[in-house]
């Protein structure tokens, strides 16, 4: 299944928030639009996320790669001390986006399974933003260097280039 | 959540086999390894894989774009002789793996939900086939040009290189 994109979970709101890296994500749904994330219950996101039910998918690019490092292995809202990124408030929902990301999108949650060892939400788009010119034309723009993770501490980003079937 | 990872889900046995073009396929679970895929019950796959609950999720490589656009792109088993791929037996299921791939993942359905416009199959991982080389060391070989989605007829690959928090 790898390499597999990586995005940024961010959970919680006011003063408790949290943000964790997560490669199980994916839409399962056009309308309306769902999203499903896997989260195992061993990690504070759990909690935030299910005491809330909405959480942000952000999109780092590989220049964030460091922050989605401290995101990806460290546990709880201290590690937002040791990242280089800037919360910003959500346009739909309480639970905070970060600044520094291509995108956010802006879930609240609408069911939850517990699937294995990881629990699947299952949350619906109710917003999002993007920075400037990171989707043109309903494509993505492959210079903001979208982070896929390879394997535990290898990540790629794409050629920025298209092919055309 | 663009560009997302391309995979070809291949669907039923014997005289009726399906292969459609997925790019909502997600790990759910490491243990034990689950696989959640979302198909629209429109698809010829939906009912082959409700018929026989079992699905492969197949790796494509960028040289098999254009096999990846006819099962994205046409409707039921009638597709197969346009594309230039060969069905292989798989080892854990009766649903044939494709020979070309980087990779065929033989998955037994343990659950559905309905989400919106989509199914959400749930997949345990019961067998898997690789080509030689493919994964070294737990890791993918970024030479094997994995395929990822960009938009309606963009698709993109990786850098081959490895990018360390």
Same mark, same amino acid.
Request: charged fraction near 25%.
């Given at each position: ?6 995005? &940024? ?36 996101? @759990? ?14 690019? &590989?220049?964030? &790669? $460091?922050?989605?490092?401290?995101? /990806? ?5 201290? $590690? ?5 990124? *800037?919360?910003?408030? =959500?346009?739909?929902?309480? *639970? ?19 699937? /294995?060892? @990881?629990?699947? !939400?299952?949350?619906?788009?109710? %917003?999002?933003? @993007?920075?400037? %010119? ?10 903001? $260097?979208? &982070?896929? @993770?390879? =394997? ?5 980003? !794409? ?7």
């Amino acid at each position: 299944m790898y390499p597999m994109r990586t995005y &940024l979970i961010v959970s919680g709101k006011g003063d408790e928030v949290d943000v964790m890296a997560a490669d199980w994500v994916t839409i399962i749904s056009h309308k309306p639009l769902l999203i499903g994330v896997s989260i195992s219950p061993k990690r504070y996101t @759990h909690r935030l996320v299910r005491t809330h039910n909405e959480f942000v998918v952000s999109v780092p690019s &590989l220049d964030m &790669l $460091k922050d989605v490092w401290i995101a /990806g292995t460290k546990s709880g809202p201290s $590690k937002l001390s040791e990242m280089n990124i *800037t919360l910003m408030p =959500s346009l739909r929902i309480e *639970t905070p986006s970060i600044k520094e990301s291509i995108a956010n999108i802006e879930c609240k949650v609408i069911d939850e399974r517990e699937y /294995g060892d @990881h629990t699947f !939400f299952v949350g619906k788009v109710v %917003g999002w933003s @993007h920075q400037k %010119g990171a989707f043109e034309n309903d494509k993505p723009n492959m210079k903001f $260097k979208f &982070l896929a @993770h390879a =394997s535990w501490t290898n990540f790629v980003t !794409f050629e920025n280039r298209f092919y055309n079937p």
